[in-house]
T-cell receptor, first 116, second 118 residues
Framework: KAGVTQTPRYLIKTRGQQVTLSCSPI?????VSWYQQTPGQGLQFLFE???????NKGNFPGRFSGRQFSNSRSEMNVSTLELGDSALYLCASSLGGTGGFQETQYFGPGTRLLVL | AQTVTQSQPEMSVQEAETVTLSCTYDTSESNYYLFWYKQPPSRQMILVIRQEAYKQQNATENRFSVNFQKAAKSFSLKISDSQLGDTAMYFCAFMKVIGAGNNRKLIWGLGTSLAVNP
């Protein structure tokens, strides 16, 4: 099976712009989670989507939003970019059911976002 | 609030030797999952090992094993016969149940940077 893929891999934007990141999960996985990784804060959970519905959300401002399509692919959007949004954004997929096997998350390579 | 602490920001080990990375967590829940992930310099996060809290037996995956002490809330990772390819950042993560149903959330430690030296 192909792994989790994320596009684009690198992105440079300026303050005030918006950006959309894409994530394609492992085939058969219905849950997609997004994380922000920075050197100072480590990995911070953004949100999780399951069957096109957001079922879990972290403590990020409303500028961060996401959605999931019927094929389980997910997009994350950040509006009105700030310098502090520069980070590696990781997407992870899982089967989405209950139990350790079902809930184990597998990660994509990430999208490196630089905000100037 | 649940927290995960990795007290060793950096560690190094000689090739073929054994190293143990520590992780402690704080939770009031009785059932949860614990994970170790590694992130090599290429940045792809890779699952190393998983432990269900209700299982007393320590998980093992080839050269990787854990020492799970539930009462002490400790979850250390032992790497035997270290290889150069083990050089990476290692993250300990705790899967928390949020409310009822299937809501889940991973809470992460800040990581331990492991260097395997030839």
């Amino acid at each position: 099976k192909a792994g989790v893929t994320q596009t684009p891999r690198y992105l440079i934007k300026t303050r005030g712009q918006q950006v959309t990141l894409s994530c394609s999960p492992i085939s058969g996985h219905r849950s997609v989670s997004w994380y922000q990784q920075t050197p100072g804060q480590g990995l911070q959970f953004l949100f999780e989507y399951f069957s096109e519905t957001q079922r879990n959300k972290g403590n990020f401002p409303g500028r961060f939003s996401g959605r999931q399509f019927s094929n389980s692919r997910s997009e994350m959007n950040v509006s009105t970019l700030e310098l502090g949004d520069s980070a590696l954004y990781l997407c992870a997929s899982s089967l989405g059911g209950t139990g350790g096997f079902q809930e184990t998350q597998y990660f994509g390579p990430g999208t490196r976002l630089l905000v100037l | 609030a649940q927290t995960v602490t990795q007290s060793q920001p950096e560690m190094s080990v000689q090739e073929a030797e054994t190293v143990t990375l520590s992780c402690t967590y704080d939770t009031s829940e009785s059932n949860y999952y614990l994970f170790w992930y590694k992130q090599p310099p290429s940045r792809q996060m890779i699952l190393v090992i998983r432990q269900e809290a209700y299982k007393q037996q320590n998980a093992t995956e080839n050269r990787f094993s854990v020492n799970f002490q539930k009462a002490a809330k400790s979850f250390s990772l032992k790497i035997s016969d270290s290889q150069l390819g083990d050089t990476a950042m290692y993250f300990c993560a705790f899967m928390k149940v949020i409310g009822a149903g299937n809501n889940r959330k991973l809470i992460w430690g800040l990581g331990t940077s492991l260097a395997v030296n030839p």
